[in-house]
């Protein structure tokens, strides 16, 4: 497609000197002898800049200027005028003016003036292009939920992704907060610049120091050379630091100072650097517990808390487990070139009332073992139970320590196995008696308003009187 380029100018020795000079160029020229005129063929056709004369008849340069920027923001404008002043400069450029050239211009002056405009132009567009072909690739489409918790999420996501605001994500082990991280990334400014994930439990607290700042070359023993740490690498996109809470004391305090002015130092020098890298941190701990017992520093957990989003446990959102399980069926079904129909009734409905304690990643090992292991057209119970990683009687690997733990592995006892029971016995009163709330309620020996409270817990269907 040829580049358009349209000449407004009320002197026809400039309009035709330029579109001949334009015309070698390769490109497409119209010509217009008034702003109104102008206007009237940009609104009729699609134009990619404007050599637009800053005097003429009828309405003035700047007011074209105002109403093309108006009208079609994406067109680029030159401005041209025989009386060039700072004033006049100042004024088209704050209108929103690519350029300014005076006349008389030399013809090499126009082609560079042109060609500047039009390279600007096509960056930008590119730069949209890769915006919009991230965003297809990493939408919240690819984060699988319609739980109330989830879009909640979403919607906190679009607030603060545009911004630099730092943001906690606050969640137990495989819910997928580095997911969450990277749509965060992905939504704001900073898509097409670096994203980096960083493990804070996977290094030593002298590797993770040189990992985050960089080191100056004899800082240590192999240290041949200088290195650049992910703080400076990530300037200009950014920093996920997982697990943040098994950072050090002495890794804190520099964190602190980084978040705050945006310096550090390198291992081994004494020179400042600078960095803009946003940081996204992550934690599966309760850092306020933490902080009360002096484990975590409270003014870096303040610093870290700006934008808090909790990131909810499958268990609490089990109505995203059937979406989710099929997304990974698909997934692995392709992988593994089977053809498999989906999962049996049973095999589902265990899927749903399962606890998950290792949350969306256990699930998608699963999924995964289960269609490597499927021989038949369908995942059914048997299947299922050979695969899935069950805690027998509801015995967990540790006896528990005291009453709190005693509790809790009471309370995940219930959640395991009783719900499956309870939520068996609602379906067969209700089956039993046709729907109907009242008559289930009054047949099994319960109050109506107490048997209609677990239907709801569990979202059954029953019918409508």
């Known amino acids: 497609m040829n580049t358009k380029i349209l000449i407004i100018d009320d002197e026809p020795a400039i309009c035709s000197g330029c579109k001949m000079i334009l015309d070698e160029q390769g490109y497409f020229l119209d010509v217009a002898s008034s702003g109104l005129q102008g206007l009237e063929k940009l609104r009729k056709d699609t134009f990619d800049l404007v050599l637009l004369d800053i005097k003429l008849p009828e309405m003035n340069g700047l007011e ?18 025989g009386h060039g002043t700072v004033a006049n400069t100042v004024e088209a450029m704050k209108k929103g003016a690519f350029d300014f050239i005076t006349k008389p211009f030399a013809e090499e002056q126009l082609v560079q003036a042109v060609a500047k405009a039009l390279e600007n132009k096509n960056l930008v567009r ?22 109330p918790l989830i879009i909640d999420i979403f919607e906190k996501i679009e607030r603060v992704a545009p911004l630099d605001s730092t943001v ?15 749509a965060i990334h992905m939504h704001s400014n900073r898509a097409v610049d670096r994203f980096l994930a960083v493990d ?15 080191y100056e070359k004899g800082a240590f023993t192999g240290a041949d050379t200088n290195k650049p740490g992910i703080f400076e690498t990530s300037s200009s996109g950014t920093l996920f630091l997982d697990e943040v809470a098994n950072l050090e004391l002495n890794i804190q305090g520099k964190l602190l100072r980084v978040l705050e002015t945006g310096e550090y130092k390198p291992v081994g020098s004494s020179r400042v650097k600078k960095t803009g890298a946003r940081v996204i941190a992550a934690t599966n701990q ?6 009360a017992r002096q484990a975590f520093r409270q ?12 990131i909810p446990p499958l268990r609490d959102r089990r109505d995203d487990i059937p979406k989710i ?7 692995f079904c392709r992988k593994t070139g089977k053809k498999i129909s989906g999962f049996s009734d049973d095999a589902l409905e265990t899927l749903i009332n399962f606890n998950w304690p290792g949350n969306v990643r256990q699930l998608k090992n699963v999924v995964e073992r289960l269609v490597i292991m499927c021989d038949s057209s369908q995942l059914n119970q048997d299947v299922l139970m050979d695969n899935l990683e069950t805690r027998r009687m509801g015995l967990s690997d540790a006896i528990p320590r005291n009453l709190e733990e005693l509790k809790s592995a009471k309370k995940q006892f219930l959640e395991d196995h009783f719900s499956r029971v309870e939520k068996m016995f609602l379906q067969n009163a209700l089956s039993e008696a046709g729907g109907n ?10 109050q109506r308003s107490n048997f209609s409270a677990l239907v709801k817990k569990y979202a059954l269907q029953p019918l409508k009187p």
């Open 64 to 81: 074209i200027l105002t109403r093309i920027k108006q009208e079609m923001a994406d067109v680029y404008v030159i401005m041209m005028t």
């Open 126 to 147: 590119e730069n949209q292009n890769l915006k919009k072909q991230l965003y297809g690739k990493f939408d919240f489409n690819n984060i699988i939920g319609k739980n």
């Open 168 to 182: 906690l994500l606050d969640g137990e082990s495989g819910t997928g907060k580095e997911l969450f991280a990277n």
């Open 200 to 214: 804070c439990s996977t290094f030593s607290p002298s590797l993770l120091e040189s990992e985050l700042f960089g």
């Open 286 to 291: 309760d850092l306020k517990k933490m902080v």
């Open 299 to 310: 003014d870096l957990f303040y610093r870290l808390n700006v934008f808090p989003i909790y």
């Open 325 to 331: 399980a099929y997304h990974f069926f698909k997934l």
């Open 437 to 446: 709330i009242s008559k289930a309620a009054k047949k099994v020996g319960m």
